[in-house]
């Protein structure tokens, strides 16, 4: 079983619509979690950071962190051609901010006219 | 914003030859930076993780004698890949983490990637 698991999609929404990407993980140590988005053939650029439970919203992101049930979520609202990305959640341990992350698998999400 | 670089965006060699990327934090000091490796719609695999003026940490299954890294500044990280063979060819990904002008950041930002084809 990998420790963060994610669904790869391909995930296709309308322009408008509200977008929601997942991931679970099974280390309970993982404290500090973050979405970064990639545009093909670029490197990730960090959207959210949050760390432990709880959610944060950057104008049309949410993020959400349910470590109870060891799921985070992406929400984005508004969605806008320019979306159309792979998007990667990741994360590290607690204890020190150190720690090397672990990235799930991508969903690839395409934001159609 | 903290902004890494790398440099060549984009390299083609000959099977048997080295390759260097070049990876610079270009607005802050990273005292740690990463080398990762993605195949495509494929998610990142770390390869080593270097501290300045340390030697690289290596992954499981990574060859060190293969997959040279240096950081010998705070801003700058190299990462050659000696004899290189045609399964080499990735899309290689460093990133940079420290302490940025604005204050305390433990976040991990990533440079745009070097596409190697080895031929």
């Known amino acids: 079983q990998k420790e963060v698991e994610q669904d790869p999609g391909p995930l296709s929404v309308p322009e408008g619509a509200i977008v929601s990407l997942n991931c679970t993980y099974s280390n309970s140590a993982f404290q500090y979690f973050m979405w970064y988005r990639q545009y093909s053939r670029k490197g990730p650029e960090l959207l959210m950071y949050t760390y432990s439970s709880g959610n944060k919203e950057d104008g049309r992101f949410t993020a959400q962190v349910d470590k109870s049930s060891k799921y985070i979520s992406l929400f984005i609202r508004d969605s806008q051609p320019s979306d159309s990305a792979t998007y990667l959640c990741?994360?590290?341990?607690?204890?020190?901010?150190?720690?090397?992350?672990?990235f799930g698998q991508g969903t690839i999400l395409t934001v159609h006219p | 914003g903290a902004v890494v670089s790398q440099h060549p965006s984009w390299v083609i060699c000959k099977s048997g030859t080295s390759v260097k990327i070049e990876c610079r934090s270009l607005d802050f000091q990273a005292t740690t930076m990463f080398w990762y490796r993605q195949f495509p719609k494929q998610s990142l695999m770390l390869m080593a993780t270097s501290n300045e003026g340390s030697k690289a940490t290596y992954e499981q299954g990574v060859e060190k004698d293969k997959f040279l890294i240096n950081h010998a500044s705070l801003t700058l990280s190299t990462l050659t890949v000696t004899s290189a063979h045609p399964e080499d060819s990735s899309f290689y990904i460093c990133?940079?983490?420290?302490?940025?002008?604005?204050?305390?950041?433990?976040?991990?930002?990533f440079g745009p990637g070097t596409r190697l084809t080895v031929t």
């Open positions: 990133s940079a983490r420290g302490l940025a002008d604005w204050g305390a950041s433990y976040e991990q930002y």
């Open positions: 990741a994360m590290k341990a607690g204890g020190t901010s150190y720690g090397k992350l672990t």
